[in-house]
Every structure is written in C-alpha cells, then in structure tokens.
C-alpha cells in the first residue's frame, strides 16, 4: 500500500507518522511519499520523519519530493493538506477583514473565503494529476477549509473523496471523558457543515445523555475548557452542543474585540511559531542533535496547542485544547488529527465497518439541503466508501444559519471555480458575518489586491469594480 502526504512538510506531519509506525499490523504501508513545494522544509520534516520510522525499524520506505505526479503516482491513499500562501496568506486574509471591521479568522467568514479563492484552483489542478496517476486512489482532504475545498472536489472532479477535521473528532473524546464512558460507545448526531456543526443528541447504549452535559455544563467545561467560551446559558437556550468555531458567530462582537487588543491575530502567532520551529529544527538537524530536535518540535507544538484560541476569547493565560490534542498531552500522540487519519485509512484498506463525522455530500443525510451539497456529518465508512447517516431535519435554532453559510459556501466554489467577481461578491455579501454588498465589495476587491499572485483566474477584476 502507498500513502502519499501531500503538503506533507506541515508540522503535523510527524505526529501522524509517529502513529502510524505504531499501527503496521492494522495499516501495513509499504511506501510513503512526503510531497511539498518547499524543499527546504520537506528536508527538515522528511529528516525527522526518517528518524521516527526507524526507531520503529524501519517498516516502509519514505521519500520525500516536490515533484507531485511522482508523489501520487501509484498511490492507494492520499492526503492533502496545503496551505496557498503559506501562514503568511493567513496572517493577510486575518488582518483585511480586521481592517474592514469583520472577524479575521482562518476558516471562518472572509478569512475561509480568502483562503478558498485561492486553494480551489490548485486544488482542482493537483485532482487532474491524480486522476491520471492514481484513478483508483481515495483522496482524504484535511486542506482548510475543509468543507468548501471538499465540496469542489465532488462537483469538479471523478475524485474518491473525502473530506475530514478533527474538531467533531475531539468534541467526542471530550464527551466520552465527561460521561466516563469508552469513545466507542459514544454515538453523536451531528448535524452541520464544516466549522458550524451542532450534536443535538448523545446516544450510550440506547439513552440519550445530552441532557446531563446540558444540565452541569460548567462542570463539563473544566475538562474542556475550550468549551467555556459558550456560556451555560446559550446551551441551555439551544439544547445542543456547538462546535466551537460557533463561538465566532453567537459572540461575534466579543470575539473581534479580543483579537484587535491582542498582539498578534493567531494567524501571526503561527507564523512566528513555525518560522522559528523550521530554522531551529534545520540548524540542530545540521549539527546531529535528533534528541534536540524532537525535544523543539514536541515544545513547540506544545505551545501551540496551549495558545489556541486564547486570543481569540481572551484567555490568554488559559490552556486550551487544539482540535483533538488536550493541553499537556504529548503532542505526538495527537488523537485528533493522527488518530482520524488512520482511522479512514484502516476503515477503507480492512473493509471495516466504522462510524466517523466526516465532510460528503449530502445525499439526503440533512433535510433541507441539496444531494450535493457537502455536510459534516455521522458516515459508516468501509471499502465501499463513506454512506451519510440521516440525521433528520435541521434543528430550528441551527437552521437559519446552516442555510445562509451553506448559500454562501456555494458561490465561494462558484467563485473560485470560474473566477467570478459577481458569485465572489455574492458569497461575502449573503455570509451572516458581513451580510453588506459594500462591505462585501470593499473585503473583496481588498482580498483580490493583497493575493493577485493567487488568483489569476480574477484578473485585475477588483480594480474595474471598485
């Protein structure tokens, strides 16, 4: 079996290998390929990878390459987690909707946007390259925003696709420990889209244990205290549990006023954090000293994880839990990101029946959206691929919302797909974070300025509409 890691120089690439090294029987790789543009840093990140391959002695073979048909070539699994633009497009995309008086935030309103408009288009030129190298191959996309990037790829391209985060992941590992129960006695309907999903309903055995969490959620957030940036109030209101990215919506204002008196956005956090991870991690590389360097990589991430969302809702001096690593764990056993991973591999490769929160198109699963509309919700996952589960009609304090996001989702692939200006407008204007045409206009033709480099297919368009 060949697995190719397409972006695969992230600094979450090795968390992902440590665990995989440590699953050969289940997962039985026999070749990976590490692809990224930047030689630089795949040299870094493949040396470290090397290493921890063959700690465990060496059980498949690893190549790093820019080359990206050789990556792909032959393979039976990808997975693909670029950034256009590296952190330094995020840090950009974060500030001009600040400027604009909006929320600057990676995946969320015009930051996601920004970031789709400029990842669609290489994302579709990288699916012709695997559809002529690796037809047969599923194509696993942890590229932000998932969603969005994932709902191109099934309109676009014959892809085998699925598109995954670890946030749902993690709400139920944080459930399983509050309730004291094993995670795979957990049964979540989740209904949503990416970053804007909700569990209305928590299944042990045949009872629905929401109401507990509902009902001692300042207790649950003490294990979780990513959660407590909603108040016991709001959930008591909703009679659900929001993903946290809806922290960015029902305390919009709270949420910008947080991170316009903080230093930096997390955008600029991160890229200071990995530029000076990457040159540490090369300098010690060059003088021997691997100890040296896992002891960085594992602090560093460390920090990171620490830091997540502290700016944003102002507990800057709280720990917080990233995606599915809780502050304090070591970060190379990332259950999160790693533990998903390998799950949809382990899932398809021994035709095993799991159950998985995962980004499809919709088919029926969520009522009120169209079949190919691509949602975040419970699949059962095998050889045959990922199947939806119905989870029935979209909560009346969730739906609102889920429609006005998922209206403008489809104009951003609209957008990105042709190079519309109109469609792009379109997509800010109807998003509940900017819901103005003027202001729509002003993010965009600010956007198009600030990454024309990155979206050749607009032109100059945002000069001529200005």
Known sequence: MKLALIGGAGVRTPSMIYDLVRKQQEIPIRELCIHDISQEKIDTI????????????SPFQVEVTTDFAKAVRGADFIYTAIRVGGEEGRAIDERVALRHGVLGQETTGPGGFAMALRTIPVMLEYAAIIEKEAPNAWVVNFTNPAGLITEALTKYTNLKMIGICDAPSAMKLDIAKFLNEAPDQIHLNYVGLNHLGWVNRIMVRGSDRLPEIIDNYEKFTVGCPHMACFSPT???????????????????????????????TRGEQIVELNKNLMAQLAEKLRQGEMKEALDLYTGTMAERQNSYMSAETGNAGSPHAQQGDHAGADPLENEGYAGLALSILSAIYNNRKTSLILNVPNRGAVQGLLDNDVVEVPCLLDANGPVPLNVGAIPETANGLIQSVKQYERYTVSAAVHGSYEDAMMALTVHPLVLSQSLARNILDDYLQQHRQYLPRFGHKGALHG
């Open 46 to 57: 493949g040396a470290i990878v090397k290493h921890l391959v063959q700690q465990y002695g």
């Open 234 to 264: 709001l959930i008591k209101q909703l009679r659900m549990l929001p993903n946290e990215y809806l922290y960015y919506y029902y305390y919009r204002e709270q949420a910008i006023d947080y991170i316009l008196n903080s230093p930096r």
